[in-house]
Structure formats: C-alpha cells, structure tokens
C-alpha cells in the first residue's frame, strides 16, 4: 500500500520514534507474508499492500511517513505506548486489548485456508487437525485454534514466513500450514509449490483493519476519516488488485 511519498524520509529501525506533528508512524511488519509487505534483499521495505496503502494514506492526509519494521509481537504494545501510529492488516480479535486502541473502518475481508498436500484428506473441520502439526506465523494469533493450541490437541509450529512453512509441509515436516488466501494465493502465482492445495477455514471471512495509536486522538481522527474517503473511492480496491494473481494455481 504505496503512494508517492519522500522516500528519503523513510526510517527504518527499531528504536523507539518520537512522536512529532506532521508525521506518521507506521508499523510494517516482516513477519507480514508478501503481498502484504515485500521486502528486498537488505531487509528493507521495498513494496506490497501494506506500503501502497499507507503512502496513500500519508500522502492524503499530508504526513511525513515513517516505517518502523517490528516484530509483530510488539506491535501492540507500541500503540499503546505511543511509540507507533498505526499497523494495519490487524483485527480486534487478533490483539490483547483492542478496546484500549483506536480502529479504522475495515479495509477488506480475508480469509484464512489450511495448506495441505493435494493427496492428503480434505480439512472441514478442527477435529480433522486434532493430533496434526500445523504450521502458523510467528506472533500470529489464530482464535479458532488458540484453545486447541494450548492444550496441545494440535500442534502449533511457527516459522518466520509462508515460504518456510510450504517447504517444510512439502517435506513432511508439517501435516498443514494456516495463512491467508491473498498470501496463498500470491505464493502460488510467484513459486506454484507443486504437490499443494487450500481448503478454506469453516469460520467467515476476517474483516481487516488498521489499529490506530489511541494517545493521538486528532490523528487518529484524521486517519481514520482518510481511510474511509479510500474506501469509497475505490482507493483501496484498485491496490488490492495490482496484487491480485491472473491465474490461481494449486
């Protein structure tokens, strides 16, 4: 999610940045699986959703934009103690304390699939994973399967990226790998891993959100109001479409 934005201004770093009038702190994730964010080969962000999206947004709403690339286990904690802006591809179901941040209007909707190999029996429902190891993101939160996770009824097995879980279930190192179908999807259209196929989680589609730093409440305000004026104007949509595959493959 990109826009035309000083480049030069971009901060990449972990320390914490100070707020300051006229600039947005923005949370990009590498743990964010492509499309989301892609990242070059020095580690720097370098495109996908989340940067088209958020340059959109400080460009609209005449902010300098700054990306911080946190682990997304600290994201949380960062809005809250005013250390960051905003983060966007999150869900109130997916955080600690939702309640206690500021949210924009839902985005889109995403739908979380389980990866499997094509020869293995379809997956319906959480009783057919009971036993299995699943591959999952790192600091990911998964409320379908959270309960089942800490009683070890399935076997959570996190890796830092999509890529790593498809090799290691491709060599039956995992009996199924949960992610997104936008990220499955992209994975397919860039690698077409052989041997694959997603079926869809039983629960509805996520709806997607940017949580908003809750100690800026003008700022808050002002991206929010944004955000909606991309929404209905199509803003949003067109980015998610740059990102979409021709062809899905499995």
């Known amino acids: 999610m990109r826009g035309l934005l000083l480049i030069s201004s971009l901060i990449l770093t972990s320390a914490p940045v100070v707020a300051d009038t006229g600039s947005l702190r923005a949370i990009v994730s590498s ?15 370098a495109g ?53 941040l500021a949210w924009s209007p839902s985005l889109f909707t995403t739908r979380q699939v389980i990866v499997r190999r094509s020869h293995s029996p379809s997956i319906t429902q959480l009783t057919d994973l009971l036993g299995k190891r699943v591959g999952t993101d790192r600091g990911f939160s998964y409320p379908e399967f959270d309960a089942v996770f800490s009683q070890r009824l399935i076997i959570r097995d996190d890796a830092i990226s999509l890529q790593s879980n498809l090799m290691r279930l491709q060599k039956q190192r995992l009996d199924a790998v949960l992610t997104v179908d936008r990220a499955y999807e992209y994975h397919q259209q860039q690698f077409n891993s052989e041997g694959l196929h997603a079926d869809p989680l039983w629960a509805a589609p996520d709806n997607v959100y940017c949580a908003i730093n809750p100690n800026q409440p003008e700022l808050a305000s002002r991206v929010q109001q944004t955000l909606q004026l991309m929404i209905d104007d199509g803003t949003i949509q067109r980015i998610l479409l740059r990102y979409q595959p021709a062809v899905r493959k499995e």
């Open 48 to 100: 996908g959703i989340s940067k088209d999206i958020l340059e959109a947004l400080a460009s609209r709403s005449t902010l300098t934009l700054n990306f911080l690339p946190l682990p997304r286990g600290r994201v949380e904690q960062w809005l809250l103690r005013d250390e960051a802006d905003i983060a966007c591809f999150l869900s109130p179901a997916w955080v600690e304390q939702p309640e206690l």
């Open 31 to 45: 743990s964010n699986a492509p499309p989301y964010a892609l990242f070059d080969e020095s580690g720097d962000l």
